[in-house]
């Protein structure tokens, strides 16, 4: 059976005090709450040794935004998966947008990612999703599989479960337009089924496809109550816990 998931994607906010501050917080505020939803929280790099060790981990599991493609050696200002796992991290975001179009991430680079992810036990959170002029030439089914086929398909069935994947409709992102409910709801649809016809029916139905195109306070019920969305991967959201609270009260 599939999990539900709210994850946050705190991007480059927060200092290491204030970052600790509001790790402690939500934790303060989800101590007594029976969770209907696995809660994680994306750090920046230099919070996740003092996170992990600050919160209840069994309550709030906490993330990586990104790991090297490299095991280990020359390459300064890297990070590598072991060095993740090595904080008490138990996830890692992999193939977000801003990664791709500000740093280049080419599917080889994100190959060699999710394999050193997979490695060092971590469970990725892979991204995938078009901008705004393929969703305007109707392309986006094309683009989206394009980017599964030439990475996280090419994993072996047991790898593959491993996984959870997020869809950011890149053109919905600060771009004021939009993405309606019964857009989302489509593509993550449209998602699974491109998994069961890679790796079988059974497979698909216990994926966790999460929704990453501005889910917030007032429209994650809504969300949520959708077939195939399992939950959201949330951006400036999750930087306040009174917000990010309200999202995973939504399930």
């Known amino acids: 059976?599939?999990?539900?998931?709210?994850?946050?994607?705190?991007?480059?906010?927060?200092?290491?005090?204030?970052?600790?501050?509001?790790?402690?917080?939500?934790?303060?505020?989800?101590?007594?709450?029976?969770?209907?939803?696995?809660?994680?929280?994306?750090?920046?790099?230099?919070?996740?040794?003092?996170?992990?060790?600050?919160?209840?981990?069994?309550?709030?599991?906490?993330?990586a935004q990104n790991c090297s493609d490299k095991e280990s050696g020359a390459f300064t200002g890297e990070i590598s998966a072991a060095m993740v796992k090595s904080t008490g991290a138990e996830y890692v975001i992999l193939g977000h947008s801003e990664r791709r179009e500000y740093y280049g991430e080419t599917s080889e680079v994100l190959n060699r990612k999710v394999a050193l992810a997979l490695a060092n036990g971590l469970t990725p959170i892979y991204c995938c999703g078009e901008a705004l002029e393929v969703r305007n030439s109707n392309g986006q089914n094309d683009f989206v599989k394009n980017q599964l086929d030439e990475t996280i398909f090419n994993l072996s069935v047991d790898d593959f479960k491993k996984l959870v994947i997020a869809y950011e409709p890149i053109w919905a992102i600060g771009t004021g337009v939009t993405a309606s409910t019964e857009q989302a709801q489509e593509m993550l649809s449209f998602i699974r089924s491109i998994i069961a016809n890679k790796f079988g029916n059974d497979v698909a139905e216990n994926t966790s496809i999460l929704y990453g195109g501005s889910c917030n306070a007032k429209n994650a019920s809504e969300l949520f109550a959708q077939p195939d969305i399992d939950g959201g991967l949330i951006g400036g959201a999750s930087l306040k816990v009174a917000d990010f609270k309200a999202i995973i009260d939504a399930f």
């Open 1 to 63: 059976m599939r999990k539900n998931i709210v994850a946050g994607n705190w991007k480059m906010n927060k200092t290491l005090q204030e970052g600790l501050t509001l790790a402690i917080e939500l934790n303060d505020a989800l101590a007594t709450e029976k969770l209907n939803c696995k809660v994680v929280i994306g750090t920046p790099f230099i919070h996740l040794a003092s996170v992990t060790k600050a919160i209840d981990t069994k309550k709030i599991a906490v993330s």
